[in-house]
């Protein structure tokens, strides 16, 4: 078993920065990937971003040149820096931690983020 811990979300103004923590424990060398999610109310759970245990990054398209994804000191660490905030950004965000087994993948309890003026 992995869990995760997410931590830094909050209210901000648009333009506004944040900084997205998510902590792994348990199992955690049997972890190749992580990421985050978002979810709007009302809407479905989408990718944001993610990275290998290697380092190999992806982040969704639409959020490049505003959201980095890094690992922190220890490895089980995942941040996930976002710049330039909007309104549409308002959403739930879930870290994940995949397994190693195919199909195996853990989630936090989310960590809400509000842009509003």
């Known amino acids: 078993q992995v869990q995760l811990v997410e931590s830094g979300g909050g209210s901000v103004q648009p333009e506004d920065s944040l900084r997205l923590t998510c902590v792994a424990s348990?199992?955690?060398?049997?972890?190749?990937?992580m990421g985050w999610y978002r979810q709007a109310p009302g809407g479905q759970r989408d990718f944001v971003a993610q990275?290998?245990?290697?380092?190999?990054?992806q982040i969704d398209d639409s959020l490049k040149g505003r959201f980095t994804i890094s690992r922190g000191n220890a490895q089980n660490t995942v941040n996930l820096q976002m710049t330039a905030l909007r309104p549409e950004d308002t959403a739930m965000y879930f870290c994940?931690?995949?397994?190693?087994?195919?199909?195996?993948?853990?989630w936090g309890q989310g960590t809400q983020v509000t842009v509003s003026s």
């Open positions: 990275i290998s245990r290697d380092g190999y990054v």
């Open positions: 994940r931690a995949d397994h190693v087994v195919p199909g195996r993948h853990f």
């Open positions: 348990g199992s955690i060398s049997s972890v190749y990937l």
